[in-house]
C-alpha cells in the first residue's frame, strides 16, 4: 500500500478529472464550487477509500470517481456547515469561507451542484461500465454506502439531530448519534465503498466498519478538544466558537480528560479492528495520527 501523502497526491492530481463542464451562463456557480474545493483540507475521505479499495486487493484507478464523488459531497457540507443559518463561521482552512466570498445564496448553490456533481461522476463511472460489460454490483455497492452515509439516515441525519440538541438539549445518547452519523457516517461509508469496489470478504466488511465508526467518532471528539485547546492560526478557523453557539461537544458534555480518554479509548479499538487486514500498518498508523493532530 502506498503512504498517506501518496493517495493524497492521487486525489490532488485527479480531482477535477471527472467534473462536469461549466455552462457561460452559471460561471459563478462553479468559481464558487471551486473556491472550496480547491481550498485544500486532509482529502481524509477520498484517501480512506482508495487505500481501502487497495487493501482489499483492488485497484485505485477504478475506485477514483467514487473518491472524488466522497470530496464532492465532504466539501459540500462544509459550506452548508458554514453558512449563517447553520454554524455561521466566517473562517475555513485558514481562508474566508464560501458564503463571505459569494453570498450565503450563492454558498447554498454551490453546495446543492457539488453534491449532484458527486451522483453525476459516480453514474457516468455506472454507465461506461455497463457498455464495456463490467460487474457492476461492487460498484452500486459502493454508491449506496455513499448516499446513504450522505443523506437523512447519515451525515443529514446527524445535522438535524445537532441542530435538535441546539434548541431542547440532549444526553449523552443524542451526542453519540450527532458524532456517529455528522462525522463517522461519511467515514464509514468511504471505507465500505472503497472495500466493495476492491473485491472485500464479508468478515473484512464487518472488521474495518467498526474500524471506520470509531475512526470517525474519535475524529470529531478530536475536533471538540481542538475547538478548546487548539489556536486559530493552527486549526484555520475560529476556537471557541463551539462554546460561542451553545453547541453540544463530547468536551462540554464530559469534560477535557473524559474527551481525551474516549479519544484514546476509541483509537485503540479501531486499530484493533484493523489489525488482521492492515499489514502496512496504514490504518493503524492514521488513527494513531489523527489521535495526535492539531488542526
Known sequence: ????????????????????EADLEASILFDSMFYSLNAGGKRLRPVLLLAACEMAGGN????LPYACAMEYIHTYSLIHDDLPAMDNDDLRRGKPTNHVVYGPGMATLAGDGLLSAAFEVMAEDLSVRVNVGWE???????????AEGAGVRGMVAGQTADIKAEKEGADGGLLFYIHLN??????????????YIGGASEEMLEDMTVYAE?????????????????TTEELGKPVGSDE??????FVSMYGLEKAEAELSRLTAEACQAAAPYDDDVFFRSLALDLEERTS
Do not use: C, W
Open 1 to 20: 500500500m502506498r503512504s498517506f501523502d501518496e493517495y493524497k497526491q492521487y486525489v490532488e492530481e485527479h480531482l477535477l478529472d471527472p467534473f462536469p
Open 60 to 63: 485505485i484507478t477504478h475506485a
Open 136 to 146: 457492476l454490483k461492487p460498484y452500486i455497492m459502493a454508491q449506496y454506502e455513499i
Open 182 to 195: 455528522k462525522t463517522a457516517a461519511l467515514i464509514k461509508a468511504a471505507v465500505r465503498a472503497g472495500l
Open 214 to 230: 470509531d475512526l470517525g467518532i474519535a475524529f470529531q471528539i478530536a475536533d471538540d478538544i481542538l475547538d478548546v485547546k487548539s
Open 244 to 249: 460561542e453557539n451553545d453547541k453540544l461537544t
